[in-house]
Each structure stands twice: as C-alpha cells, then as structure tokens.
C-alpha cells in the first residue's frame, strides 16, 4: 500500500472519521470496504486536494498527477485489470464526493478508461459488443457534457437524429452499428465544439475528468444550493476514482437506491427502487420510473437477501438509518454509497423514537436526532379531513404536508411571482438541478415524472416542502402555460393544492387543519422535558391561542399582550372614544364598557391555563395606533374642504387637530408602555381591576390562577416603584374586598438597553424579568424593524455585513450581551428574581441556546413553536454538559 | 457652660464645622463669637432638632423646649438682662438659618419677649417710650403673621388707618401714644383673626416662634426656591435665638450689609449699603433707599474703621469675600452675619484670580471658587456697543449682563408668557420672596425700588439674571398695565432692554454683541488648561463657528456636521434632485454640484483651525429630512386633484410617491447614517472627495491640516470594515494623485448601545471613537427626543422620575455605564484608540466630570461652552485627587 501521497486514499485507508478529507463518499466507500462489504475499489481524492486544485489555477499539481497514477497501479493489481487495456480494460467512474451531501450538484463521469481500442477489448471481455459501444457513447458524451462543457442537447440531439434515420423508437432498438455510428458522430460533436479529438490516451481522461469534478464545485447550482443550506463553500469536494459495475449488463444487472427505513413515514422496513438492466444515473435522474425495492424479492431473491443483510450490517454499524446506493452485476451486488438518509420531519421524529426503543440509541442522542425544524414541520397544516376534495390526479407521496399556491411552470417565473409576495406551487415534468432556486421559492413541487428519489423529492423533503411526484395523468402544455388532467384544464396563476402525504391533487385552495402530535412525537417532547433546563412558556392573547398552548405543553403564558384585545372590531370605537375623551365622565365612559371585555378575556386565559401563570403585560403601543392615519385623515379633511359638508368638515378637523397632536416623530421610543401608564393612571388602572376580577371570580368557583403583571418599557427604577404602588393598590383592595389572599408577582419587560444596565436596580423591585427581544434589538441596533428590513437590512444580511437577521435570531454579540449582563446582575440583588425572554427569539433554537447558556429560566413563545422550544431547550442542555 | 441638649448650641459652641448642624447663619455666628468679634450672644437649635419637629407632628419635643429654658438661663447671665423682665427684659430675634443660605425664603421675629409690661420696663431703659412702643407693635404684627398665619395687610391696613385718623403722614410721624393705641389694634386684630389674646408669656412666644420658623422650612416660596437651586429638602434649618441689637435707636444707630469686594465687578474695596436710625429688614427690603458704604466714614468714622478691621479679619479668616450683615447700636458695632457673598460671575472669575496673586488662594482653590456657569455668564451677550440706544431711564447696575424681552407686571404673567415661549422682563416696585417663579421666568429683572442689595438683586445676581434696581424714574400703572418714564409710555406686551451692567433702560429689542473674555478670566482658563487631564474639541459646521471655537482655545473640531452644509438654502434644491434623481446621470449631475460647495466648507474649517484636528461626521440624517413633509404634500395633492392644474399635480403625485416611499416609521431608528453611506455609495465619496480635495490644496499652500473621518451610526464592526475600505480607496487615490503623503484618521461616533457592547470588534478597525451621547440617550433610555419632552419627559423630572433630563446631564448609571465600558474594552484591544464625546453633554459640567472619571480623551462641545468645559474639566480632575 502507498503512502506517497496523502492527498490520496485508497478505500481500504478510508473511514468514516476521515469524511472532512475524504467527502461523505469517500469516506462512506472507506469505511463499507473496513466491514467487508462489498465495494468495488477504488480511491478517494481529497477535499484537500480540491483547494490545491483551486490554488493551482484550477490545474492539478504535478504531484498529484503523480499520485493518481501510483494509486491507480494498486487499483490495477486489485481488479487484475489495466487501465487503457486492449483485452481486459480497468474502467473507472469519477464521482464528486462533498462533506456535506448535495445530492446531484457536481458532476459524474462513468465508463471512463474507454477509447477505440480498449472498446474492443471490453467487447470482447463482456462478450457484448453493443453494450460495449453503448458504454463508449455513454462516456463520450458525459466526458463532453462535464469536462470539455458542450451543451448535452448538442449530443441528445445526435442521438434523436440517428434514430430518426434508422427507425428506431427507443435506445434499445439501436444495434450496434447503430452504436458505433454514434460514437463516431459523438467524435465529431467534440471535435467541432471543442476542436479537439476525443483524447484517446485514459491518464489524460482521468486527469482532466477530476479536474472537471472538481471544478463542479462552483458551478451555478452547487452555489445556490450551498447557499439555500448554509453549507460553507471553501470546503471543497473530494472525488472519487472507482472501479465501474454494470447494472446495465442485462437483467441479471440493475441499480437501485435503498433507504434501510421509509424515509417519508420513519416506518422501519427497507424502502427504495431499483430499475434492472440500467446505470445508477436512471435512478436518480428520474428519466424511467422504477420498481418498489419489495419486487427485488421475487426477482432476484438471493441479491434480495444479500441486500437485506448488508443494509441491516450497516445500520446497526452507522446506528442510523442509511441511504445506500447499489449496482447488480451478473447477479452480483455491489455498494456504492452508503451515507445518512435525509428524511421527512415525521420519520426523523418516529426513526428517533423507535431507535431508542429498539435500543440502538440512548435517549440523548435520539433528542439530537430529531431537529426543532422538524418538529416545526410536524406542526404544519394538513388538509382539512372534515372538507371534501375533489382529487383530479394522484401522484406519488414525496414529500408531506398540504400546500396550496398559485400554479408556475418554471423556477424563475416561481422566484419572481414568490417575492412579490405570491405563494406558488411549481408544476414540472421533472426538477434538475438547475431548478433549485424554484423550489425554495415555492410552496411545494407538483412533478409528472421521477419517483420517490427523485430530484424533486429528495430536495422538497429536505426543505419541509409538500412535494407530489410521478403523477403521470397531467399533461403540461408549456407553450399555453396550462396544464390537463381529465377534462380539468388548469391555467398558469390558477390555486392548485398537494398534498404530499397523499399524493392527492385538488383544484383550487383547499381548507387546511390544524396537525396534531404524534405518538413518537410526544415520547421525544417529553424526553426533551426531562432533560431540559429551561421552561418553555407562550405567548398568548386569547383563550382558543391559550389553549393551544396548554395542548402543546406550555408551563405557562409568558406574555399576554393586552392592546390585541383593544384592536377587536368592536372595540376599537370605545378604544377611540377613550383616547379623544375630552372629559373624565367620557373617559370613565369607555373605560367602563372595556373593563368587563377585558376581564371576559382574562378569565379564558386564566381558565385555558389551568392555574399555570399567566404573564399579563399592561397596554404597550402609542395610542395613534388605534385612530385613524393622519395622511389618510388630511387627505379626508382637504376634501371635504371643497365640499359643502360642514358638519362633518368640522368634526373631521377636530379629529385631525387631535391625531396630529398625538403624532410622534419615532412612536417606537415615544409616548408608550409604562410612559402611558404613568401619564395616563386610568388606562392600567382598568387593566388591573378587569385581571384580578377574573381571578378572583374563578378562584371563587374553585379554580387556580397565578396572575403575573408585567409593567413594559420600563427604562428607569422609578417607572417601576411608581406603577407597582398603583398596581398594587388597586389589586390589593380588590382582594381585600374578595376576603382572598391571592399570590401575584409584578415584574417587567426589560426591552431597552438601560433598563439591561440599571437591571440591579430594577431587581430590587421586580418580581420577574422578561426580556421583550424584539424592542430590545432595535433599540440596540437601533434599527426600527418596520423601516430597516425592506431598506438595508435583507442587504446587510445577503452582503453578509450581518451574519443573521437579528429580528430572527438573537446577536449573542450585542443583545444577547446585554440580555446575560442584565440576568446576571438582576441576580445578584435578588436570586429569586424569574428571568425569561418573551421576543420572537423564544421560538428559535439557536436563541434557545443562547438562553440556555445564559441561565434563563424559560422562554416564551407562540404556541405553535412551544414544542420546538421544549426539544431545542433540551438539546441545549445536552449540548452544553 | 451647658451640655445637655446637643439640639441646641450656644455661639461660644459654635464653629463653621458645624455648618450642616446649625446651618450657615448660626455656624458663623458661632465662628464670629469664637474669633471674638462683636456679636450679640445667643444660641442655635439645629437643623436635626428641626426634623425632630417635622417628625413629632410640627411641634417641639418637651426635651427641646427645656433645652431651650436651659440655654436661656444662660444667656440670661451673659446679657445681665431677664427674659421677660419688668425692668430690663432680654429681647431676641428668631431666624432661620439653613445649610445652604436661601435669602428671605423663610420667617423672623424680632424683638420677642416684649409684653404689656417689659414694654414698660424696655421704655424705661432705653429711655425711649416711643421707641420702645414702636418696637412692640412691629413684634405683635410680626408674631401675629409668621406664628398666627395672620395676613400681613390686616395689620397694613390698620397701620394706614390710623395714620389717616390722626393725619400722620409717615410712620415716624405718629406719637408714642399713636403707637400705644396702634399696639392695642393689633392686639384687636390678633384676637380677631386668630381667636386667641395675643400671648403675655415670653417663653410661649419663644417656643411657638421658634416652631413658626422651623415651619417656615416648607412655605411655598421655600420649596420653589430649593426646587430651582436643586437643595435637598431634607436638609432642614437651624433657628437662631439672638440677642436683640438695635439699629433704630436714632442716629448713631444703624443697620447694613457689607461685602468685602464688589459682588458686582469682583473689585477689592468694601461694597455696600446702610440706612442709619433703622433695622435690617429695611435694608434688606428695599423700602427705603439706602446709603453706600463708604459715606459711613464719614457720618460715623470710629465706626467705618472698626467695620474695615472686622471685614478685614473676616476675609483673611474664610479666604473668601463675605457678606455681612451688622447693626451699630449707639455707636456700638455689631456682627449678626457673615457668609461668603454671593457673586456676579464676573467678581466670581476676578476675586478668585486676585486672591491667587493676593496669596490668599492657590490656583487649584481658584479654579474650584468659579463655576462653570460663570464662564458660560460671561459669555452672555452684552448690547452692542456700537448701537446708538435711547436709554429712558436708569436704575442701579443690580446684575450685569442685557436682556431684552416682553414687559410684564407680574411674576404669575412672567411664568405664563414664559411657558408660551416667550421672553419676558418683569417689570415691578420691587420683588419679594414671593415672586421668586417670576424672576426664574424672566429674562431679566426691573424694578423701581431697592438697592443693589435688595430682593430682586440678590436673586437676579444668584441666577445670572439681568437685573436693574431702584429706577425710581418709572412710574407703574398697575392698573392699565402700563409704566410711564418721562414722555414714554411702555405698555404690557412692548419691547424692553435692559442693562444690569450699567442700569440702563431701552426701549425695544436693542441689538446685542458677543462678549469677550476678561483677562482674569484668560488667567483662570489658563490655569485651568494647566491641571486638565481632558482635551476639549468644539462642534463646528462652518467657518466662523470654527474661528470663534479657535479663539475660545480648542484643540480641534470634534464634530463637524456635514448635513447643516446641506441645509443652506441654496443647496436644498440640489440635495433634493440628488435624492430623487432617477438615474445616475442625474445624480451624478447634482454631486458634481454639491462637491465644490462642500470643498470651500471644508477649506473654510481647516483654514480657521490651524492645524489642529478636524473630526468631519459624514452625512447621517435620513435623506427624507431634505424633502417636503408628507401631510403638507398630501394636502397639495388633494387640492390639485380638485383643480385643473393637471401639469402640476402630476409633478406633486410623483413627488409624493418618493415621499411616500422614504418616509420611515421610526426615522431615528431609519436609513440613515453609516447605513446611507453603504447603499449609496456616492455620496459618501463626494464628501471624502471634498475633504481630502481641500486639504490637499492647503496643504499645498503650505498649510497644516489634520483630517479625521467620522462614520455615523455604526452598529456592527462589518459596517466600519466596508466604509472604511471605501474611504480610503477614495482618499489615497487623491493623495497619491497629488503626491502627497497625509496622515488622516477614521473612526467613528458610538451612539447606539450595540456599538459599545462590541466596542472591542470595532476598536480592532477604527482609529477613534467618538460619543454621540444625544442618539445614544435616545436609544439606550428609548426616548425620542422629540416625542418624550413634551410628552412625559418634563413631568418625569418635575415628579422626579428621573433625577435629570438625561438629555442635558449624562445618565451615569445607564449611558454613562455604556459609555465607560465602551471605552474600556475599546482601550483592551486599541490602546491607542483616541475616545472622546460629541454630544451636547460635552459641555456639560456633571457629565464633563464623567468623562474625566471614564477616561476620556477629550470632550466637544458648542464654541461658546469650549471655555466652560476648560474649566469644568480642571475641576474635575482636581476633585479627583
């Protein structure tokens, strides 16, 4: 064995511990020949020598030309065969291999080794001249496509062209002179386009075909799909030299892709296709729809077994589902990849599950396993089982969850219309590559063709997208832009819904459901329980959203936003009347009306939450925000000016005379939060008294509430001792008035940095700390989100001035800072000082972490992200030990 | 000698130590007394005993008032007289005395202890019945208002009454039994208004007088006095129980005040006023027009010498000028007060630069003994010499300084017009304590009575207000709201000019100059220049602000806003066609405009600067501020639809869709700053083309120029990463074009909270930093300027939410902290990162003390405060040490 060149591993030097050098292929055909599996053999070019590649002018060094070569000597004593032999030639494939899986993105180069004379041999070897010729035409238009760049309709072309001239209807009813023909025309193709001869000498196709794999590394779609997953482009592929197996060898041969459990449901039974008499690429390019893996049983049944044995090695070696690519030659099996299976949210969930139960994964690692996206994912919407659909066409169930949009038939018109706000369903024969810009843009991906590991499925499951493929009854007219199934004609821009859990086709937007949790789903949220440190709380304003939240697991609400309750249609006029009141008997007017409304919401709240706390935070926005716009109401006011209405001129002016009174230059550091509460007694006042009727009200039928007033905006102590003297004097005396002695906690929103700096002084009064992230990220950035988003913050995130949108994930530098300094010294004056962060950022997982790290004792989030909070929060702490 | 009460002191106990505890009156008595000055014995209770009195429900404890019995009996075997006495009874005055001296806030009583029958006995000692009886009634009138809360035109009024009855045309015109009988009324009065007979028994009346005064603490006018001079109200005062002098004991008798230099011009020579055959609160009262000093040398000469020696001892003992107060008893020279005098600015600046060349001081007492808003007093305008004026009447020079504003006749009408945003001069007889809100209103003071000493004086000098006295030339119609002088009728609401430096009186708004700065003032700036640790930079934007910053001694610009260049008139149409130009060409077109423009602002600045530093801020308001504002065009718009005036309202509709377009919700937080450099490109390297244009030709004339570039607004070091390339690349292509190799910096202004969380990141890329503590405070307290001081801001000072407007003083506990640890963690990593500050806090004293406390480099500020922070920042460092 070699050891010349450390740029370059044989499989038998490979394992799983090289993959950063050797590429997930690689690494994978290392470690499969290690266990005794078989593998054809071949060698690995590292990751290492992709960026030598890229340093050396996009060239290989001399040196490794030197390796290839003495690699390729041991290959040859392996395989007893020789490379550009005229009797027995060794052929390679030439395989990208990245760390990170990018299914179909870099390029592949099969039959390499062939040339006129090395064809004959082969011929001879195989005893099959026209398989021989097929092979060679095979390689000469890949070698053409990928290294020297011709466009591959120029050879589709020459293919359609000769069998036009011989009447052929397929491939297969070319001869093999037909064949021969085609090699010669493909010959002229290459040297008409690229003004070379098909190089005939193997080392120099060897040598050029790695530098074209490498070189794919940064074409187009590998960089839109290494953006679209955050996967670092100076990684670099590795390429993979094996010996060639034929699957095309007749129908002894075949080639299929087997997932050793479903990928879609997690159910553990072996899963894939497989096509026989065919090449690997068939597969996965989707051109013809293969067989269920289950058929392999009857038709080649000791290869069936042998599968079946090998696919069962491998899992319980890699202790995780695996995704194995493999070729049958002459009845022989042969594994070319093996690698972890990408699956659906729903199976990652049960796959977690049941490994722990069948005891091939501890509880922490199955947690791990499972990532908050999916559990997200599960929460989806599904179609509405109570609605009748009308289902025009099915199709194979790729990729589930419903999803509804309005019908494109290209990537870049489902990019354009998707971001002017458009939800779209892309409709396609079949994705490539190429389409995958198309696919992020849209809700789900509707393809006639391509089976359960085609492009289209394996890139919508990854991304959570509703994905139906297959679904041969729709004929697309791409020229009418519309497409047929039955005697339904469906135009461009029409509502389609999928449901790719189904496969069912439906005309129109079709009525969701709300999901429900899983058996598995359930075990792994409450393992995440278990393990977890930190408590997970929601936000909520309304009973049916409280609710929701119990269902969920909530500990808690821990931010219930009282002005959502002012917003109600039939409210807003008190709301109003209450802002304009000129009087205090008008004031006190409509703050009797709200009173009782509010405290109908409250008690639902307290009710849904079944004595868990409730964090109620007191009125917050600018109170323009509940009358009309001032530029509408001048527009209004100057109108009626050249009118004859002077009634209602009169009271339109008033109306604008107060609105522009009430107008602020930035609302966002105004007149709001505990700055109304403290300029306008009444408001809070109310709000108090509806809180502790409703909680006195239930506590009377026996119920339990745990009532916690959160005072907003505070940024000085003195806000606070001012307002908890009110608050206090106006539940105290309601309480007293009950004869009960309810315990309440009165603390803050801690959302402006100076509150975070005086945080030791706000402790000493507060009860509880909650950090509202969102106001907190502006007033750190100093970015109003409303204003910064659409005019420099999606370019400071694209440019990467930013790392992340901080209004989605929490800046540990900044924010985050403020957020740890402040626990920590609110702490210090008083331990038993309740800390949680009720901003957006209490849904995101990598938020959570920070939170976790920052000795947080819960988030708060919206009740649908509370079980990916309560698994993000428990693989914090797993994370953390 | 007793010690058994030590809520009380007598003077031979007392000692200016003592000063928090017997207050400032009874702490120099007890110095005088100890010096073995003239000065009548007596005792202080203590400033504690007066919160043992507001604790114990407003009275004196038992132990108090047998406290007092005790020091009585004392006092009683100093005098050789008895309390009460038939023959020789001891009279007293009972004054306040706080810590802090508050001239004529609160209440005295003289001449207590007199009744039915010492009356009798003190006629037949002083062998003076009328005198005697004279000093009866003014004791039951003053009992009857300080302790009986009787209102003192009740006993006016019966004074007057009968003076009409027995057609006396003065006071001095009614007979002893006139007085007899006007002691008899009194009494009436008394028993009529407040229920009781006036009170027989010398200790009651000590022990309720001595409450009275105590209570006096917290009237009205001393609350809004301690309010505006921001003294604790917990301090409380002492009472001082003093032997009675008398200074209307006919003409060898007399009352005054005397400073030992000019409170007025800082001059070393005695300074002040007397009346003789009259007692201190006709002086101080200004009823009568008093005497200047020095003609006491020669009506009483033995005396004048004797009060030279005593104000010579005083002044040599405090090493500070004194006020005293002293009565000459038949030829017998009294002490009853002395304190440090208060001062007009400029004596402050020049009595502390003469008594460091006297020897008295040394230079850093110096620098402590003037404030920093003496310097800023100075710098107040004066009326321009070279006006020709009409004066129309003149009136005592009581506080220099000119101001011009809207006669008014009374101090509610001062504060009412003034809350309107007007400027004002109240315009009176005389002030009394109880105008004190109007004369904080006023620009300036005027008043037809009273002497440099008076009410209005005092007050005017002690807030650097214009005041002129005793013009007795005016005549008020308080009636018709009118004054009338010689053939000049000014009416309320009119235009009026006043000089306190000369006392003269104009008519109309009479232009004002700029002032220049004495020489003793350059001495104390120089000192002051010499023990400074801070530099201190001025904001500047143009080239006559620059050159009055130079000669105010700056050390560089720290500011220089770029956007107020936009702002001229003749720019704004340009800046506009910039902002709405539609393609580059058109934008191109306008900086090409804009860039020389700006050249000659820089040449201008640099030019004036000499060679020190130039920090220039690259533009940062958001680009909307340079366009119209919306409702007005949304107005414009509406009534153009209604006319035929089609051109025109389609130019306004585009107008107003940009408008719209740019208008932001929250501009503070908006598209602004370093975040318009980075989206638009152009701009910020037309004016680093400006800058480095100008500089490049001044250096080429042979002229130094030191430029530092200012980035707005930077949140997040990548912004400063990729500005400051941009910078450069513009900045050294000029350099190398002209051949020059010029040193520059580029930093930028820290204002926003993430900024100085990640202080470090930023300090790794950027030469300096500079504070923007304006938008700083508006993000880190999330106010907005604009919005909050009207809204709430004011109320959370007054209610003392906040202890000061942030705004004006540094937050230390939330900016401040933010500040500091900015520049801390910014030194970590860039030890030879230049910090400094360049909001309006940079002149601000308090916060200038911050800065010094944090390190800083230097501090910016307006050219006028530059000599302010000179002083302000040796005084810091000095109280450091």
């Given at each position: 064995?070699?050891?010349?060149?450390?740029?370059?591993?044989?499989?038998?030097?490979?394992?799983?511990?090289?993959?950063?050098?050797?590429?997930?292929?690689?690494?994978?055909?290392?470690?499969?020949?290690?266990?005794?599996?078989?593998?054809?053999?071949?060698?690995?070019?590292?990751?290492?020598?992709?960026?030598?590649?890229?340093?050396?002018?996009?060239?290989?060094t001399e040196e490794l030309k030197e390796g290839i070569k003495e690699y390729l000597i041991e290959l040859e004593e392996k395989t007893g065969k020789n490379f550009g032999d005229n009797d027995s030639p060794l052929l390679l494939s030439i395989r990208s291999g990245a760390t990170i899986s990018m299914p179909g993105m870099m390029d592949t180069i099969l039959n390499l080794g062939l040339n006129d004379q090395a064809v004959e041999g082969f011929a001879k070897e195989t005893n099959d001249e026209r398989f021989a010729y097929d092979c060679y035409r095979r390689f000469i238009q890949m070698f053409g496509n990928v290294v020297l760049k011709i466009e591959g309709y120029k050879f589709g072309r020459g293919l359609d062209e000769l069998k036009e001239e011989v009447g052929a209807e397929n491939d297969l009813a070319l001869t093999t002179e037909d064949l021969k023909e085609l090699?010669?025309?493909?010959?002229?193709?290459?040297?008409?386009?690229?003004?070379?001869?098909?190089?005939?000498?193997?080392?120099?196709?060897?040598?050029?075909?790695?530098?074209?794999?490498?070189?794919?590394?940064?074409?187009?779609?590998?960089?839109?799909?290494?953006?679209?997953?955050?996967?670092?482009?100076?990684?670099?592929?590795?390429?993979?030299?094996?010996?060639?197996?034929?699957?095309?060898?007749?129908?002894?041969?075949?080639?299929?892709?087997?997932?050793?459990?479903?990928?879609?449901?997690?159910?553990?039974?072996?899963?894939?296709?497989?096509?026989?008499?065919?090449?690997?690429?068939?597969?996965?390019?989707?051109?013809?729809?293969?067989?269920?893996?289950?058929?392999?049983?009857?038709?080649?049944?000791?290869?069936?077994?042998?599968?079946?044995?090998?696919?069962?090695?491998?899992?319980?070696?890699?202790?995780?589902?695996?995704?194995?690519?493999?070729?049958?030659?002459?009845?022989?099996?042969?594994?070319?990849?093996?690698?972890?299976?990408?699956?659906?949210?729903?199976?990652?969930?049960?796959?977690?599950?049941?490994?722990?139960?069948?005891?091939?994964?501890?509880?922490?690692?199955?947690?791990?396993?499972?990532?908050?996206?999916?559990?997200?994912?599960?929460?989806?919407?599904?179609?509405?089982?109570?609605?009748?659909?009308?289902?025009?066409?099915?199709?194979?169930?790729?990729?589930?969850?419903?999803?509804?949009?309005?019908?494109?038939?290209?990537?870049?018109?489902?990019?354009?219309?998707?971001?002017?706000?458009?939800?779209?369903?892309?409709?396609?024969?079949?994705?490539?590559?190429?389409?995958?810009?198309?696919?992020?843009?849209?809700?789900?991906?509707?393809?006639?063709?391509?089976?359960?590991?085609?492009?289209?499925?394996?890139?919508?499951?990854?991304?959570?997208?509703?994905?139906?493929?297959?679904?041969?009854g729709i004929n697309i007219d791409f020229e009418v832009e519309e497409f047929v199934v039955g005697d339904t004609t469906v135009k461009k821009g029409d509502n389609l819904t999928i449901n790719g859990g189904t496969g069912e086709v439906m005309v129109g937007s079709v009525k969701m459901t709300e999901p429900k949790l899983s058996e598995e789903c359930q075990q792994i949220l409450n393992w995440a329980d278990e393990y977890r440190d930190l408590g997970v709380r929601a936000n909520a304003d309304n009973g049916p959203d409280a609710q929701k939240a119990y269902e969920f697991g909530t500990e808690g609400i821990g931010l219930c936003r009282t002005e959502h309750m002012f917003m109600a249609p039939d409210r807003v006029p008190i709301v109003q009347k209450l802002i304009l009141s000129e009087s205090d008997a008008e004031k006190e007017e409509a703050l009797t009306k709200l009173?009782?409304?509010?405290?109908?919401?409250?008690?639902?709240?307290?009710?849904?939450?079944?004595?868990?706390?409730?964090?109620?935070?007191?009125?917050?926005?600018?109170?323009?925000?509940?009358?009309?716009?001032?530029?509408?109401?001048?527009?209004?006011?100057?109108?009626?000016?050249?009118?004859?209405?002077?009634?209602?001129?009169?009271?339109?002016?008033?109306?604008?005379?107060?609105?522009?009174?009430?107008?602020?230059?930035?609302?966002?550091?105004?007149?709001?939060?505990?700055?109304?509460?403290?300029?306008?007694?009444?408001?809070?006042?109310?709000?108090?008294?509806?809180?502790?009727?409703?909680?006195?009200?239930?506590?009377?039928?026996?119920?339990?509430?745990?009532?916690?007033?959160?005072?907003?905006?505070?940024?000085?102590?003195?806000?606070?001792?001012?307002?908890?003297?009110?608050?206090?004097?106006?539940?105290?005396?309601?309480?007293?008035?009950?004869?009960?002695?309810?315990?309440?906690?009165?603390?803050?929103?801690?959302?402006?940095?100076?509150?975070?700096?005086?945080?030791?002084?706000?402790?000493?009064?507060?009860?509880?700390?909650?950090?509202?992230?969102?106001?907190?990220?502006?007033?750190?950035?100093?970015?109003?989100?409303?204003?910064?988003?659409?005019?420099?913050?999606?370019?400071?995130?694209?440019?990467?001035?930013?790392?992340?949108?901080?209004?989605?994930?929490?800046?540990?530098?900044?924010?985050?800072?403020?957020?740890?300094?402040?626990?920590?010294?609110?702490?210090?004056?008083?331990?038993?000082?309740?800390?949680?962060?009720?901003?957006?950022?209490?849904?995101?997982?990598?938020?959570?972490?920070?939170?976790?790290?920052?000795?947080?004792?819960?988030?708060?989030?919206?009740?649908?992200?509370?079980?990916?909070?309560?698994?993000?929060?428990?693989?914090?702490?797993?994370?953390?030990?």
């Amino acid at each position: 064995m070699s050891a010349k060149n450390k740029d370059i591993y044989s499989f038998e030097e490979g394992s799983l511990d090289l993959k950063p050098l050797l590429g997930g292929k690689g690494a994978s055909l290392g470690e499969m020949t290690t266990l005794g599996l078989p593998v054809p053999p071949g060698m690995t070019v590292t990751t290492e020598a992709c960026n030598l590649y890229y340093e050396n002018n996009e060239k290989l060094t001399e040196e490794l030309k030197e390796g290839i070569k003495e690699y390729l000597i041991e290959l040859e004593e392996k395989t007893g065969k020789n490379f550009g032999d005229n009797d027995s030639p060794l052929l390679l494939s030439i395989r990208s291999g990245a760390t990170i899986s990018m299914p179909g993105m870099m390029d592949t180069i099969l039959n390499l080794g062939l040339n006129d004379q090395a064809v004959e041999g082969f011929a001879k070897e195989t005893n099959d001249e026209r398989f021989a010729y097929d092979c060679y035409r095979r390689f000469i238009q890949m070698f053409g496509n990928v290294v020297l760049k011709i466009e591959g309709y120029k050879f589709g072309r020459g293919l359609d062209e000769l069998k036009e001239e011989v009447g052929a209807e397929n491939d297969l009813a070319l001869t093999t002179e037909d064949l021969k023909e085609l090699v010669s025309r493909y010959k002229e193709i290459i040297k008409d386009e690229a003004g070379i001869d098909f190089p005939q000498d193997p080392m120099e196709q060897l040598i050029t075909a790695v530098e074209a794999v490498f070189g794919s590394w940064n074409n187009k779609r590998a960089i839109i799909y290494r953006d679209a997953h955050e996967i670092d482009h100076s990684l670099g592929t590795a390429v993979n030299i094996q010996t060639m197996v034929f699957g095309n060898m007749g129908d002894g041969s075949g080639t299929g892709v087997v997932f050793t459990r479903n990928p879609s449901t997690g159910e553990n039974k072996l899963y894939g296709e497989y096509l026989l008499n065919a090449q690997g690429e068939d597969v996965v390019a989707g051109i013809r729809t293969p067989q269920s893996i289950q058929t392999l049983k009857e038709q080649l049944p000791e290869v069936f077994d042998q599968l079946v044995e090998v696919t069962e090695t491998l899992e319980e070696h890699y202790k995780d589902m695996q995704d194995i690519e493999f070729t049958i030659e002459n009845g022989q099996l042969y594994l070319l990849q093996t690698r972890t299976g990408k699956r659906t949210a729903k199976a990652a969930i049960k796959i977690a599950a049941d490994m722990v139960a069948e005891g091939l994964i501890e509880i922490d690692e199955a947690l791990l396993r499972v990532e908050p996206k999916h559990i997200e994912k599960v929460l989806h919407r599904q179609i509405d089982p109570e609605v009748e659909t009308e289902v025009i066409a099915k199709g194979l169930p790729a990729s589930p969850g419903a999803a509804s949009g309005e019908v494109v038939f290209s990537a870049d018109e489902a990019e354009e219309l998707k971001e002017k706000g458009k939800n779209v369903l892309l409709v396609s024969l079949e994705t490539t590559p190429e389409d995958i810009h198309g696919v992020i843009a849209a809700e789900g991906v509707l393809t006639t063709r391509g089976g359960m590991t085609s492009h289209a499925a394996v890139v919508a499951r990854g991304m959570g997208k509703s994905c139906v493929c297959g679904c041969e009854g729709i004929n697309i007219d791409f020229e009418v832009e519309e497409f047929v199934v039955g005697d339904t004609t469906v135009k461009k821009g029409d509502n389609l819904t999928i449901n790719g859990g189904t496969g069912e086709v439906m005309v129109g937007s079709v009525k969701m459901t709300e999901p429900k949790l899983s058996e598995e789903c359930q075990q792994i949220l409450n393992w995440a329980d278990e393990y977890r440190d930190l408590g997970v709380r929601a936000n909520a304003d309304n009973g049916p959203d409280a609710q929701k939240a119990y269902e969920f697991g909530t500990e808690g609400i821990g931010l219930c936003r009282t002005e959502h309750m002012f917003m109600a249609p039939d409210r807003v006029p008190i709301v109003q009347k209450l802002i304009l009141s000129e009087s205090d008997a008008e004031k006190e007017e409509a703050l009797t009306k709200l009173e009782p409304m509010q405290r109908q919401d409250f008690e639902e709240i307290f009710t849904a939450l079944k004595g868990k706390p409730v964090t109620v935070r007191l009125l917050d926005p600018p109170l323009h925000e509940f009358l009309p716009d001032l530029t509408e109401l001048v527009k209004e006011v100057t109108e009626l000016q050249q009118s004859d209405a002077n009634e209602e001129l009169k009271e339109k002016q008033e109306l604008l005379r107060k609105v522009k009174d009430m107008n602020e230059s930035n609302p966002m550091l105004g007149f709001r939060g505990c700055r109304l509460g403290i300029m306008i007694p009444e408001i809070y006042e109310m709000q108090v008294s509806a809180i502790f009727k409703a909680a006195i009200k239930l506590v009377k039928e026996g119920k339990e509430v745990e009532p916690e007033i959160m005072l907003p905006l505070i940024t000085h102590v003195n806000e606070f001792k001012t307002l908890r003297t009110r608050v206090e004097k106006v539940a105290d005396q309601l309480l007293e008035e009950a004869g009960l002695d309810l315990e309440y906690k009165i603390g803050t929103m801690i959302e402006l940095p100076r509150a975070c700096m005086t945080a030791d002084q706000i402790a000493e009064e507060a009860d509880f700390f909650s950090f509202g992230t969102n106001d907190l990220t502006q007033t750190t950035f100093g970015f109003s989100r409303d204003d910064a988003e659409s005019k420099f913050l999606h370019y400071y995130v694209e440019k990467e001035l930013l790392p992340e949108n901080p209004f989605i994930s929490l800046d540990a530098d900044g924010v985050g800072r403020l957020v740890n300094l402040a626990t920590d010294s609110g702490r210090e004056v008083n331990p038993d000082l309740k800390v949680g962060i009720c901003g957006e950022h209490g849904g995101e997982p990598k938020s959570i972490a920070l939170c976790h790290e920052y000795g947080l004792n819960y988030v708060s989030c919206s009740p649908y992200r509370v079980p990916v909070a309560r698994l993000a929060a428990a693989q914090a702490k797993i994370k953390s030990e």
